[in-house]
């Protein structure tokens, strides 16, 4: 652009990623000043050609098929949204139902800990009965000594 015409110009500082920008080249694009009066043209007017300045580029003469690829573009974007959205909504019920699984086996495992404690404080209840009778007829069962003390040998 000739400097006697940038009087009507606003300077700008753009920073674009390389694959984008070899995009753009491909595409026909010579300059980034191109390139963004182009997109901000798209963005600025609502009918379906851009306004004609000295600089037109192939993409300026061609706004309609720009309309129709970001159409598509969103239709893909919205429907893989949607894609995953129901995938983490089946996900989600998917960990709700393990969960509640899990939760159930834990509550059998406790119920199954306490009866055997139970059992086994009642075992050794028992066992303690056992041990104590069975001493008592012990006592009982043995008969008086009979044995002498030494010093009453004769």
Same mark, same amino acid.
């Given at each position: ?63 309609? $098929?720009?309309?129709?690829? &970001? ?9 893989? @949204?949607?894609? /995953?959205? +129901? *995938? ?8 709700? $139902?393990?969960?509640?699984? &899990? ?9 199954? @800990?306490?009866? /055997?404690? +139970? *059992? ?35």
């Amino acid at each position: 652009m000739p400097s006697e015409n940038r009087s009507n110009y606003k300077k700008i500082q753009v920073w674009i990623p390389l694959p984008l920008w070899n995009e753009l080249v491909s595409m026909g694009y010579s300059s980034p000043t191109n390139a963004v009066i182009t997109a901000l043209q798209l963005l600025t007017t609502n009918s379906q050609e851009t306004p004609g300045d000295s600089q037109e580029t192939p993409m300026s003469t061609e706004p309609s $098929k720009l309309k129709i690829r &970001l159409e598509e573009k969103n239709a893909s974007d919205e429907i893989r @949204i949607t894609e /995953l959205k +129901e *995938n983490y909504n089946n996900r989600m019920e998917d960990f709700k $139902k393990q969960m509640y699984s &899990l939760d159930n086996q834990l509550r059998t495992k406790d119920d199954q @800990i306490e009866k /055997l404690n +139970e *059992n086994m404080h009642k075992q050794a209840v028992h066992i303690q009965t056992l041990i104590q009778e069975i001493s008592q007829l012990n006592v009982k069962l043995l008969p008086e000594s009979t044995k002498r003390p030494w010093y009453k040998f004769w």
